[in-house]
T-cell receptor, first 111, second 114 residues
Framework: KQEVTQIPAALSVPEGENLVLNCSFT??????LQWFRQDPGKGLTSLLL?????REQTSGRLNASLDKSSGRSTLYIAASQPGDSATYLC??????????FGQGTRLTINP | DAGVTQSPTHLIKTRGQQVTLRCSPI?????VSWYQQVLGQGPQFIFQ???????GRGNFPDRFSARQFPNYSSELNVNALLLGDSALYLC?????????????FGPGTRLLVL
């Protein structure tokens, strides 16, 4: 059974810092991995999608990497801003669009 | 363009009752998936539908059912509600439900069971 783990569960950093969020998964037989952002009480916003054949994806200040063989992904956020405060979720796609999610990392950026 | 919409936004029910949640996908999207997110946890996959056919089912009891209509909107039904069914229910859509497609999520319906 696929298990997705995100470390740390919560992170608080001052504005302007670069930071890394971690995601690990137990079964490397995935089609892709997706990073989402969730604001309190709201739905999910897709940030980056990495196909299993890719190593990384970039969007603005965000960069996500994927190492399928070791079951790891990282989300790098450059020059963090207070508006980046949210919960960040990673999810692996096992097929039929069944996403298996981690529990998320709650990120707080302090002005 | 409108995103994925869900109704109602909030709902309060009592144990044993039945509830129906609704989802309208992004225009042109034919695949709809449902997820349950308990407070403090990541979402869990419940169902995926494509062209009115069930394409995938998660590890949920038979009290949970869903269907998709010809206009690709979808309903999630939960019977005999339990306190543990209290959660945010999320709907996601994509063009065909293909494994390489991004899923777009709606704002969710927050269900509280008393």
């Amino acid at each position: 059974k696929q298990e997705v783990t995100q470390i740390p569960a919560a992170l608080s950093v001052p504005e302007g810092e670069n930071l890394v969020l971690n995601c690990s998964f137990t079964d490397s037989a995935i089609y892709n991995l997706q990073w989402f952002r969730q604001d309190p009480g709201k739905g999910l916003t897709s940030l980056l999608l990495i196909q299993s054949s890719q190593r990384e994806q970039t969007s603005g200040r965000l960069n996500a990497s994927l190492d399928k063989s070791s079951g790891r992904s990282t989300l790098y956020i450059a020059a963090s801003q207070p508006g980046d405060s949210a919960t960040y979720l990673c999810a692996v796609n096992e097929g039929a669009q069944k996403l298996v999610f981690g529990q998320g990392t709650r990120l707080t950026i302090n002005p | 363009d409108a995103g994925v919409t869900q109704s109602p936004t909030h709902l309060i029910k009592t144990r044993g009752q039945q509830v129906t949640l609704r989802c309208s996908p992004i225009s042109g999207h034919k695949s709809v998936s449902w997820y349950q997110q308990v407070l403090g946890q990541g979402p869990q996959f419940i169902f995926q539908y494509y062209e009115k056919e069930e394409r995938g089912r998660g590890n949920f009891p038979d009290r949970f059912s869903a269907r998709q209509f010809p206009n690709y909107s979808s309903e999630l039904n939960v019977n005999a509600l339990l306190l543990g069914d209290s959660a945010l229910y999320l709907c996601a859509s994509s063009f065909t439900g293909g494994i390489f497609e991004t899923q777009y999520f709606g704002p969710g319906t927050r269900l509280l069971v008393l």
